[in-house]
T-cell receptor, first 115, second 112 residues
Framework: EAGVTQFPSHSVIEKGQTVTLRCDPI?????LYWYRRVMGKEIKFLLH????????ESGMPNNRFLAERTGGTYSTLKVQPAELEDSGVYFC?????????????FGPGTRLLVL | GESVGLHLPTLSVQEGDNSIINCAYS??????FIWYKQESGKGPQFIID?????DKRQGQRVTVLLNKTVKHLSLQIAATQPGDSAVYFC???????????FGGGTRVLVKP
């Protein structure tokens, strides 16, 4: 079974540019999460989709970040315009609830560097 | 690497010895706890989890202990191997289906 995949693995952009990150969850997983770790900090939650609906977007830092999951399959996270403090590693995770428990499986992450 | 600038506590352990990694959590309402392992260039990989109605759970070479009185979680790795070298994160959430709150991580270095 394929795991969570993310694209690109690395992205280097200049301040003010736009970057779009993609996440393909494990097939059949309705829950999709975005997290990020910026330099010097711990991994922080950004938002949670259930199928195509945003269940919780309390972790989104500001309106420069836009996440979508049209059709309830893959998800994109767009940063526009990117700022220096957006540099970090962006992780996607997916899960399916089984018997009340839910293990989140993480992708390899996208390493974003804003210059 | 992505850990540059992230000042992680480091546990240095001899190959074959047992490792104990500790984690304190703050939310007394959390009822589900997970340990993840992250190797360089990869995403967090699930190791083992435990629900708040348990105080111990064992897996293959790993044991998680939960002390709700002092809000403390630990991961024990038996007979540590070079492949266990990684950063280990504890995570918690209030109920299945919610966002995870991660700890800062502990780097484990296994000496041959």
């Amino acid at each position: 079974e394929a795991g969570v995949t993310q694209f690109p693995s690395h992205s280097v952009i200049e301040k003010g540019q736009t970057v779009t990150l993609r996440c393909d969850p494990i097939s059949g997983h309705d829950n999709l999460y975005w997290y990020r770790r910026v330099m010097g900090k711990e991994i922080k939650f950004l938002l949670h989709f259930v199928k195509e609906s945003k269940q919780d977007e309390s972790g989104m830092p500001n309106n420069r970040f836009l996440a979508e999951r049209t059709g309830g399959t893959y998800s994109t996270l767009k940063v526009q315009p990117a700022e220096l403090e957006d540099s970090g590693v962006y992780f996607c995770a997916s899960s399916v609830r089984t018997g009340g428990l839910e293990t989140q499986y993480f992708g390899p992450g996208t390493r974003l560097l804003v210059l | 690497g992505e850990s540059v600038g992230l000042h992680l506590p480091t546990l240095s352990v001899q190959e074959g010895d047992n490792s104990i990694i500790n984690c304190a959590y703050s939310n007394s309402a959390s009822d589900y706890f997970i340990w993840y392992k992250q190797e360089s260039g990869k995403g967090p990989q699930f190791i083992i989890d435990i629900r708040s109605n348990m105080d111990k759970r064992q897996g293959q070479r790993v044991t998680v202990l939960l002390n709700k009185t002092v809000k403390h979680l630990s991961l024990q790795i038996a007979a540590t191997q070079p492949g266990d070298s990684a950063v280990y994160f504890c995570a918690e959430n209030k109920a299945a289906g919610n966002k995870l709150t991660f700890g800062g991580g502990t780097r484990v270095l296994v000496k041959p």
